[in-house]
């Protein structure tokens, strides 16, 4: 009675470890980007930008800090009051991650290029890329 006691509790450990695994890889970053850029959040959003990401905005690219980027989407975001943002197609690698989706924002749309990668234990805004739908 013993050993069944032992192996069934060593089975549910076993059981328990591999669910939380599972979980922790099934998160997933674009949920909170989705939603800072939907709602115009330029703070909460560039919270999520690496030290130094590339930036671009409707064919005007730049190379920036944290801070620049941030003062980069908050004017595009003043200029463009965000509606909507839906996530389309997202791919990964490891340590990496790209989603591609479409912004509502002053009553145009824009195509959102987004490249996170892993940096110690989260993923961060490698590159941002919004061009204006034709």
């Known amino acids: 009675m013993r050993v069944r006691i032992r192996f069934f509790l060593a089975c549910a450990a076993l059981l328990l470890c591999l669910t939380a695994k599972a979980a922790s890889d099934s998160y997933d970053v674009?949920?909170?980007i989705s939603k800072y850029?939907?709602?115009g959040d330029?703070?909460?959003?560039s919270a999520w930008f690496a030290d130094n990401l590339e930036i671009s905005i409707m064919s005007s690219t730049n190379d920036s800090s944290r801070n620049q980027a941030k003062q980069i989407i908050k004017t595009f975001f003043a200029a463009?009051?965000?509606?909507?943002?839906?996530?389309?197609?997202?791919?990964?690698?490891t340590n990496?991650?790209?989603a591609l989706g479409y912004l509502n924002a002053g009553g145009e749309m824009f195509e959102v290029t987004i490249f996170v990668s892993k940096s110690k234990d989260?993923?961060?805004?490698?590159?941002?890329?919004?061009d204006r739908i034709r």
């Open 37 to 39: 850029l939907s709602t």
């Open 80 to 93: 463009h009051t965000p509606r909507s943002f839906e996530i389309n197609h997202t791919a990964s690698r």
């Open 30 to 32: 674009f949920v909170p």
């Open 42 to 45: 330029s703070e909460s959003l």
């Open 96 to 98: 990496s991650k790209y």
């Open 122 to 130: 989260r993923y961060l805004i490698q590159q941002l890329k919004i």
